[in-house]
């Protein structure tokens, strides 16, 4: 299967912060990269697919940039609301995927 | 609007099965695959495979192989998951999501989850 690698684990930042949560892929996968943002006690929710394009709906603050093995979400100018965690999936195997977490935490 | 409304909590025995619902509504059932994700307490999210719909095709990750089975019945817009054989570590939420097939999936309604608790 493909592993999913997310980094930093977690984080800490200030409201307004420019904050990168960074994905790598063990094997090249394209661009079949989606990332979700997930609150506590709550289904995850998608805000980036195929590596770029931002969901309907989605605030543009998000945005995300990568293909291949590297990709990145950015989020810049951090809002309360946005202080949770965030995973990465890979959509390129038909063995689904995702990273291990990025909690964004307030400083 | 689009909805998937799964099962109530579960509790069951070590060695036991489990069987979660979700049901659809809001579009048309057999157009989009149905996926499992499981997400231990604490942990990340687990995907377990897919159902199709349509044509009740199946596909499982590797980890559950042997252990899940995924239908549905279209008279009623209702996607099923069984877990058999359930150990301590098969504790989890578990999630029905509905996937548009652009780009190899965008997973873009979920349901509200279903707690499994597995214990002895």
């Known amino acids: 299967d493909i592993q999913m690698t997310q980094s930093p684990s977690s984080l800490s930042a200030s409201i307004g912060d420019r904050v990168t949560i960074t994905c790598r892929a063990s094997?090249?996968?394209?661009?079949?990269l989606n990332w979700y943002q997930q609150k506590p006690g709550r289904a995850p929710k998608l805000l980036i697919f195929a590596a770029t394009s931002l969901q309907s709906g989605v605030p543009s603050r998000f945005s995300g940039s990568g293909s291949g093995t590297d990709f990145t979400l950015t989020i810049s100018g951090l809002q309360p609301e946005d202080f949770t965690t965030y995973y990465c999936?890979?959509?390129?195997?038909?063995?689904?995927?995702f990273g291990g977490g990025t909690k964004v935490e307030i400083k | 609007q689009v909805q998937l409304v799964q099962s109530g909590a579960e509790v069951k025995k070590p060695g036991a099965s489990v069987k979660v619902s979700c049901k659809a509504s809001?579009?048309?059932?057999?157009?989009?695959?149905i996926h499992w994700v499981r997400q231990a307490p604490g942990q990340g999210l687990e995907w377990m495979g897919w159902i199709n719909p349509n044509s009740d095709g199946t596909h499982y990750a590797h980890k559950f192989q042997d252990r899940v089975t995924m239908t549905r019945d279209t008279s009623i817009n209702t996607a099923y998951m069984e877990l058999s054989r359930l150990r301590s570590d098969d504790t989890a939420v578990y999630y029905c999501?509905?996937?548009?097939?652009?780009?190899?999936?965008?997973?873009?309604?979920w349901g509200q989850g279903t707690l499994v608790t597995v214990s002895s």
């Open positions: 999501v509905r996937v548009v097939q652009i780009v190899g999936g965008l997973f873009d309604y």
């Open positions: 809001g579009y048309t059932f057999t157009d989009y695959y």
């Open positions: 999936q890979q959509t390129y195997s038909t063995f689904i995927t």
């Open positions: 094997q090249s996968i394209s661009n079949y």
